[in-house]
Structures are given as structure tokens and as C-alpha cells.
């Protein structure tokens, strides 16, 4: 084929793609005008239906006014137990239209001609259609333009989705990114950098590749972190029952002493181990979606009460106040599960509040009218730095570091609180104290 023959078909290729483009434009401008038109006809139907129904009311109201007036002129009340009736005559003039008011007793109250007011009305009611619907015309280009800029983003959302799902690339361009993929490697994204094919026909693809891997970079960081914890959490007590289990084969065997302070360490350790493998089975099962919640209407106040009475029961060591006078609510919760996650906030105030101190438990409804359980103490508190982590896994304050812990506890809450729909509001200053509430 000839140079000329080549540029020829180029051309030819070129003017087609045009006109193919040219025409999907037509096509799209006239599908968006019909979208267009079909909702401003919609809401010029609901104008006029608006209008005709009020000047009804009106052409109604003036109508009963007239008549009542004429009857209290005439007779200088207005009684609903007379007779009305409108009755048309013929007269020498032409046809009338006549009001009657006859009272209970047969007498005649009022008999006076109606036809002239009420044309008079239902000029006066035309007219103001009438005004209506050219403000409804003179009005039509404005909302014509409001509508279209409403649906732009929609459309162009529509034409993307369009364009991708009719979007075929050449093998070479197939090639590319088989080549990219290949040297994917999630874990390292960050010095890698963002994935990029060098194609500006591939850059949607390349963006969400690069979305992609950024989902994918988080999860893997954060599988790693729970596992170090989780590892670092058993290493202590595993270690601690070693070194007893090492004492007590060395020396224990003779010494009671020994014996009985190493059976205490190793029993302990063991309920701290089945503690936090159990916190970290329901978490998992959690996450695998096998924790199904059973919902029941139940009453905050009364939630809140029966945990108040066990808390009295299970620490004696802290002052526990159930708050007056807040609003109780009917909510939809697993109970079971709620009791959990209010238990944990117990729990952590119990451990950073000092003996003798009160802990105060509440329920009410917020400025927006939320339902929410709450508790709070007068404790340690925790830092302005450290309170955005505090539902991380394996998250513990400086402070709390030398207190018995797993970092589980705020975790498992803040799921059960996801689940149900609800979020957490938590205000703590350090040395005054923190208060946690769970708004449903």
C-alpha cells in the first residue's frame, strides 16, 4: 500500500471516529434532554395541580362569604339550621341564578340574585390562574437550566460508566498490565510508589490498581500489628509460666513455699491467657461475620439499672451512682451484648479510678434526641494524644502499661457499639477523669 493510500485510510479512520463521537454526543445530548423534559413536565403537572386546588379554596371561601354576608345583612345572623338552596329562574331579562335562605319554620330569609357576584369571582379566580400559569411559563427556561445543572454530575457519571463498560483495549495494552501486575508487591507499595502503566488509556485502570493497593497495603499492616501484639501479649505469661514451671522442677518439689507461690503465678497466668484468647476469638469471629446479634426493644433505663446493681455487687472497692432524671428510651439492642460493652467501660474506670471514688452510670437522650448510655468516673484520664487510639486493638495508654490489661476490651466495645448502629462520644481530661458514651 502507497504512502498516499495510507494516509488516505487514516483519514478515513479519523473522520469516522469523529462522526462516531460526533454522534454518541448527539445521542447522549438528546437523551439528557428527554431525562430533562420528562421532570419538568413532572413538576409543572404538581405546580398546576397546586394551583388549581388552591384557587378552588379560594373561589370556595369567596363564594361561602358572599353568601353568608347577604344572609347576615338581611337577617342579622347567620344560623346553620336554615335552609339554603340556589335555584335558577327565567325572567323577562334572561336567566338568574337565585340565593335562598329559609328559616326552620318555613319562613322566607333571604332570596337575592347570585349570578352577577359569583361571574365576578370566578373572573377574578380565572385571572389569578391565569397569572399563575405565565409565571409557570416565564419560569420554565430558569428551572429548565436548574434541572440540567442538577443532573449533570449524574450524567457524566452515566457516560463514564458507559464509556468504561464499552471500553475494549488492544493485546499490547493487555500486555502492560500483565507486565505491572507482576511486579505488585503490596507489603513494599509505599517504596515502590504508586503503580503506573505509562498509557493515558490506562489511567482509570492505573487509579483504581493504585486504590487497590492501598486497601490492600492497609490490611496486611494492620494483620501484622494485631499479630505482633497478639504474640507479644502471650509471650508474657507463657514466659512467666516457664520460669515457674523451671523453679518448681529445681527447687519446688521440696519447698511448699515455693510450690504454692508458683501453682498461684501459674493459675493466674493461665486465667489471663484464656481471657485474652477468648477476647481475641470473639473479635475474629466478629470479623468473619459468625456474631449475629439478637435484637429485643428493651429500655435504657432499665438496662442501665440492672448493670448499676451488678456493678454494686461485683466492686466494693469504688462508690457506683445510677443518674436521675434522665430520659429513658425504648431501643432495639442485644442486650447481652450491650451489657458487654458497657461492663468493658466499667471495667477500665474501675482500674484507672482510685479506691473510694465514684464511678456514676446514666442514661438519657442527646440535644438531637439519640438515645446513649454512659459512664464516668473520676480517674487518671487519658492524654489528648492518645484518645483517637484508644479503640485501636492492643492500644494502652502510657499510664496504664503497668495495669492488668489485654487492649482488647475498647475494641470488642466499639464493635458490638458498630453493630448495633451506634457511635462513641468520649471526653477525658487527664487528673479530672474521663466520661464515655455510647449514643444508639
Known amino acids: ?36 423534559r420528562k421532570m419538568h413536565w413532572y413538576m409543572l403537572r404538581g405546580k398546576i395541580a397546586r394551583f388549581l386546588g388552591t384557587d378552588f ?22 344560623l346553620l339550621v336554615n335552609n339554603r338552596a340556589f335555584d335558577l329562574v327565567t325572567t323577562a331579562v334572561g336567566t338568574d341564578l337565585i340565593y335562598r335562605v329559609v328559616s326552620n319554620t318555613g319562613r322566607l330569609i333571604v332570596s337575592v340574585s347570585c349570578l352577577v357576584p359569583f361571574i365576578v369571582i370566578g373572573s377574578l379566580v380565572g385571572a389569578l390562574f391565569i397569572l399563575q400559569f405565565l409565571g409557570i411559563l416565564f419560569s420554565y427556561f430558569r428551572e429548565d437550566r436548574a434541572i440540567r445543572r442538577i443532573l449533570e454530575p449524574i450524567n457524566e457519571i452515566a457516560l463514564k460508566a458507559d464509556e468504561l463498560s464499552r471500553l475494549s483495549f488492544s493485546e499490547d495494552k493487555y500486555q502492560v498490565i500483565e507486565d505491572a501486575l507482576e511486579h505488585i508487591r503490596p507489603e ?35 494483620q501484622s500489628r494485631f499479630v505482633n501484639d497478639a504474640s507479644h501479649e502471650l509471650r508474657t505469661p507463657i514466659a512467666v509460666i516457664q520460669g515457674y514451671a523451671n523453679m518448681l522442677d529445681r527447687w519446688g518439689k521440696t519447698d511448699e513455699k515455693i510450690l504454692e507461690e508458683s ?25 468473619s461475620g459468625k456474631t449475629t446479634l439478637n435484637l429485643q426493644p428493651v429500655m435504657t433505663a432499665d438496662l442501665m439499672r440492672e448493670i448499676y446493681e ?18 429513658s428510651a425504648e431501643v432495639r439492642i442485644d442486650s447481652g451484648l450491650m451489657k458487654q460493652a458497657v461492663r468493658i467501660l466499667i471495667d477500665n474506670s474501675a482500674k484507672y479510678t482510685p ?3 465514684e464511678i456514676q452510670l446514666s442514661y438519657g437522650r442527646t440535644e438531637k434526641g439519640a438515645p446513649y448510655l454512659q459512664v464516668q468516673d473520676l480517674g487518671q484520664g487519658i492524654s489528648e494524644s492518645e484518645l483517637p487510639h484508644i479503640f485501636e486493638r492492643f492500644f494502652r495508654a502510657d499510664e496504664a502499661r503497668g495495669s492488668a490489661g489485654t487492649g482488647l476490651g475498647l475494641s470488642i466495645a466499639k464493635w458490638i457499639v458498630d453493630k448495633h ?18 449514643v444508639l
Open 310 to 327: 451488678e456493678s454494686l455487687m461485683i466492686d466494693e472497692k469504688h462508690r457506683y451512682r445510677l443518674a436521675d432524671g434522665g430520659e
Open 57 to 78: 379554596l379560594l373561589a370556595f371561601f369567596l363564594t361561602t362569604g358572599w353568601c353568608a354576608e347577604q344572609e347576615y345583612v338581611t337577617a342579622g345572623s347567620v
Open 263 to 287: 501453682i498461684t503465678a501459674i493459675r493466674n497466668e493461665a486465667d489471663h491467657m484464656n481471657y485474652l484468647v477468648e477476647q481475641l476469638l470473639f473479635l475474629a469471629r466478629g470479623d
Open 421 to 438: 448502629g451506634g457511635h462513641f462520644e468520649v471526653l477525658s481530661r487527664t487528673e479530672l477523669g474521663t466520661r464515655i458514651r455510647i
Open 1 to 36: 500500500m502507497s504512502l498516499s493510500q495510507k494516509q488516505n485510510n487514516k483519514g478515513q479512520n479519523v473522520n469516522t471516529y469523529t462522526k462516531k463521537k460526533r454522534g454518541e454526543s448527539h445521542d447522549e445530548q438528546r437523551r439528557m434532554t428527554s431525562i430533562t
Open 355 to 357: 479506691e473510694g471514688e
Open 188 to 222: 513494599q507499595a509505599e517504596q515502590d510508589g504508586p503503580l503506573s502503566f505509562g498509557d493515558s488509556d490506562l489511567i482509570g485502570v492505573e487509579a483504581a490498581m493504585n486504590n487497590l493497593l492501598l486497601r490492600m497495603r492497609d490490611t496486611l499492616r494492620q
